[in-house]
T-cell receptor
Framework: GAVVSQHPSRVICKSGTSVKIECRSLDFQATTMFWYRQFPKQSLMLMATSNEGSKATYEQGVEKDKFLINHASLTLSTLTVTSAHPEDSSFYIC???????????????FGNGTRLTVT | KQEVTQIPAALSVPEGENLVLNCSFTDSAIYNLQWFRQDPGKGLTSLLLIQSSQREQTSGRLNASLDKSSGRSTLYIAASQPGDSATYLCAVGAAGNKLTFGGGTRVLVKP
């Protein structure tokens, strides 16, 4: 089955530093990946849509200069949290869909998430 | 703007009972609806995907129904087991592959 790998699973960083999170589709190509954020005991909120070879599309209220997204290949998207602050502490999850010959019929597959703690 | 609501927020049942989880959405113009399972501190596992043209999907002990006109989906889990304890999320798919998630139902199955 389709597998999405996310790394790291946990990261603790100091306020003001930057953190990069990787999302890889292991056995399929994903022209589009999605980044979500989940605060404790809350549901997932879409942050941005990552498009291979072009700029990401950010949801309203998400700072594009703070959350840098790069989708350099069909299997890798990265999210960089720049100048992290304690309020950025959250659970970040990426997802991707295998588009080959399936259009809207295939489910989104999610990574295992990254727990970011900013001290 | 699509809004997705899941009721109840939490549910506790003895092992063996059937589980019924509800999801409602405000905009019936959806592409699909997907049910996920999330274990504490983990990512999401896709359980069932129902296309907008379908009325239900089944996988093992799981059955999900979809009624677009009334904006509702129900996930049934038959003969619950302690291993079914998790948070269950429903998500409505729209154009551009965007998912809108409900708040989830935390399920505890007591042995």
């Amino acid at each position: 089955g389709a597998v999405v790998s996310q790394h790291p699973s946990r990261v603790i960083c100091k306020s003001g530093t930057s953190v990069k999170i990787e999302c890889r589709s292991l056995d399929f190509q994903a022209t589009t990946m999605f980044w979500y954020r989940q605060f404790p005991k809350q549901s997932l909120m879409l942050m941005a849509t990552s498009n291979e070879g072009s700029k990401a599309t950010y949801e309203q209220g998400v700072e594009k200069d703070k959350f840098l997204i790069n989708h350099a290949s069909l299997t890798l998207s990265t999210l960089t949290v720049t100048s992290a602050h304690p309020e950025d502490s959250s659970f970040y999850i990426c997802s991707a869909r295998n588009w080959v010959g399936t259009g809207n019929t295939s489910p989104l597959h999610f990574g295992n998430g990254t727990r970011l703690t900013v001290t | 703007k699509q809004e997705v609501t899941q009721i109840p927020a939490a549910l506790s049942v003895p092992e063996g009972e059937n589980l019924v989880l509800n999801c409602s959405f405000t905009d019936s113009a959806i592409y699909n609806l997907q049910w996920f399972r999330q274990d504490p501190g983990k990512g999401l596992t896709s359980l069932l995907l129902i296309q907008s043209s379908q009325r239900e999907q089944t996988s093992g002990r799981l059955n999900a129904s979809l009624d677009k006109s009334s904006g509702r989906s129900t996930l049934y889990i038959a003969a619950s087991q302690p291993g079914d304890s998790a948070t269950y999320l429903c998500a409505v798919g729209a154009a551009g592959n965007k998912l809108t998630f409900g708040g989830g139902t935390r399920v505890l199955v007591k042995p």
